[in-house]
């Protein structure tokens, strides 16, 4: 197929691009490198199957060839990032994936948003179910990355109703491995990058808040999967098995052999407690749940950052 990736050269597409490229398809990345960065997509130089485009997609969209798809993975995601660039966040979940949707329609080409678990905020619900509508504060400082997702959201649906558009919905829960931006304010990240430079390990809170952690090779597995095989009603994509923030900070320091110390800072305004998927869905339609576990993953993303920070 002929595909169209926003957000290219971020963490999620570029490793989306390298996967549709392995599976047979011509790619053509967009990026305006506001949080992208290109040497996530360097080692494709040359590539005849790819070509990326410098731009905004929050700006009108010119595409002069035929697409059959359009994967719509722009956004700053990480909470540094989004409480850095507020505007443009809510910019891009909503002026740009109207234009990402106006392209694929256009086109007569399926449509795939990256939605995020951020659009059942702090759940009262535990695991979420793509049936829970969230517990979400419009006005807080999240806000801004929580609101874009639920509209664009909105949206998608809004052009499959009103347009017959060939949609997809993935809600993405947390996510690691190698492209992650040190110092991009995810735990994972952070972690794995104080604990190699002998920083203390900042856990907000006592720790005791749960995340779950989804190796990227098997998120990407399930991106692809909802792409092709999938329906037009949101699809949770994310690990069940859950850890606290302190189990995390634990199991870097072990895989590190850091001597780097803990410290506990107050908890950020809106930070969930929880957050774990109920990925029964996603099993029972597409046959697929993760399969690296945390500590092998981790290993390959420690990896990663003893290349680039050490």
């Known amino acids: 197929m002929k595909l169209l990736v926003t957000g290219a050269a971020g963490f999620l597409g570029s490793h989306l691009v390298d996967r549709l490229l392995a599976d047979g398809h011509d790619v053509a990345g967009m990026d305006n490198m506001v949080t992208g960065s290109p040497e ?27 697409l059959d798809g359009v994967l719509h993975f722009a956004s700053p995601a990480s909470p540094v990032d989004y409480l850095e660039l507020p505007i443009q966040t809510l910019k891009v979940g909503a002026l740009g994936t109207h234009n990402a949707l106006g392209l694929a329609l256009a086109k007569h080409a399926r449509f795939m948003l990256a939605s995020t678990s951020e659009v059942y905020g702090d759940p009262l619900v535990h695991p979420q179910p793509e049936s829970y509508w969230g517990n979400v ?16 959201e909105a949206l998608t649906m809004a ?21 992650m931006r040190p110092r991009d304010g995810r735990v994972v990240s952070n972690f794995v990058v104080q604990a190699l430079t002998g920083e203390p390990l900042t856990i907000y809170g ?7 952690f989804c190796y990227v090779d098997d998120l990407i597995d399930g991106i692809t999967r909802v792409f092709g095989h999938g329906d037009g009603e ?11 923030v302190l189990e995390l900070a634990e199991l870097v320091l072990q895989l590190t052999n850091s001597k ?3 410290e506990y800072r107050p908890l950020p305004t809106d930070d969930p407690r929880q957050r774990c998927p109920d990925i029964t869905r996603a099993k029972a339609l597409l046959g697929w749940e993760p399969r690296v576990p945390l500590k092998e993953g981790l290993r390959r993303t420690i990896e990663h950052f003893r290349t680039i920070v050490t």
């Open 40 to 66: 996530n997509l360097a080692h494709l130089g040359g590539h005849p199957r790819f070509r990326l485009v410098h731009h905004n997609v929050s700006t009108y969209i010119a595409h002069h060839e035929a």
């Open 137 to 152: 504060n419009p006005i807080g400082p999240r806000g801004v990355y929580d609101e874009a997702k639920r509209f664009a």
């Open 206 to 212: 006592d720790g005791s808040q749960t995340r779950s």
């Open 159 to 179: 052009y499959r109703r009103a347009h017959g558009l060939d949609t997809r919905v993935v809600r993405i829960f947390n996510t690691y491995g190698p492209r």
């Open 260 to 262: 780097s110390r803990i």
């Open 234 to 244: 949101p699809t949770n994509l994310g690990n069940p098995a859950e850890f606290t």
